[in-house]
């Protein structure tokens, strides 16, 4: 079946600082791939996704590309905010699985001012 | 336009109650998902209705059980709670239910908190 994993967290970084969490999938044919990210006591918002391999999806200053070759789909931030702080969750939808997503362990990311 | 709304918010229940959860999608939406979050498991499928009928279901027993209404607000119940159904419930809505391929983005509400006590 379909799975996804995600670098294990927390994650804490100083504001400006560079992120990467890492995202891999097993999936069979062509999944979508997405990044939700939750803020504490709210529920998921997408931040961004991909539909096809080499895709890059960007959003707010987060990108993050699907490799289908890695099976990957790790997101980055060139320069991290205080207000980025929050739990990011990595997830795909597979070709026939409607609109099911199999979400990551979610990272939490707290940036330090 | 108004986004997904869930009610109630929080809710205390008592193991071996029963409870509903409602959600109502964006309007236009006619696929709603439901998902479980816990500290435990993580964020896991519940179900998925489109048109009334359930198309997709995730790995939960009977007592988790949900339905859609013509006007695509959307129900969850579950029965004989135990502690463990202790989470946040999220309900997702999304255009369509995706087949062959496609796929609709989905957009979640801010979650339903129950704990059985």
């Known amino acids: 079946g379909n799975s996804v994993t995600q670098m294990e967290g927390p994650v804490t970084l100083s504001e400006e600082a560079f992120l990467t969490i890492n995202c891999t999938y097993t999936?069979?044919?062509?999944?979508?791939l997405f990044w939700y990210v939750q803020y504490p006591g709210e529920g998921l918002q997408l931040l961004l996704k991909a539909t096809k391999a080499d895709d890059k999806g960007s959003n707010k200053g987060f990108e993050a590309t699907y490799r289908k070759e890695t099976t990957s789909f790790h997101l980055e931030k060139g320069s991290v905010q205080v207000s980025d702080s929050a739990v990011y969750f990595c997830a795909l939808s597979g070709e026939t699985s409607g609109s099911r997503l199999t979400f990551g362990e979610g990272t939490q990311l707290t940036v330090n001012p | 336009k108004a986004g997904v709304t869930q009610t109630p918010r929080y809710l205390i229940k008592t193991r071996g109650q029963q409870v509903t959860l409602s959600c109502s999608p964006i309007s236009g939406h006619r696929s709603v998902s439901w998902y479980q979050q816990t500290p435990g498991q993580g964020l896991q499928f519940l179900f998925e209705y489109f048109s009334e009928t359930q198309r997709n279901k995730g790995n939960f027993p009977g007592r988790f059980s949900g339905r859609q209404f013509s006007n695509s607000r959307s129900e969850m119940n579950v029965s004989t709670l135990e502690l463990g159904d202790s989470a946040l419930y999220l309900c997702a809505s999304s255009l369509r239910f995706g087949q062959g391929g496609e796929n609709y983005e989905q957009y979640f509400g801010p979650g339903t908190r129950l704990t059985v006590t």
């Open positions: 999936a069979t044919g062509y999944p979508s």
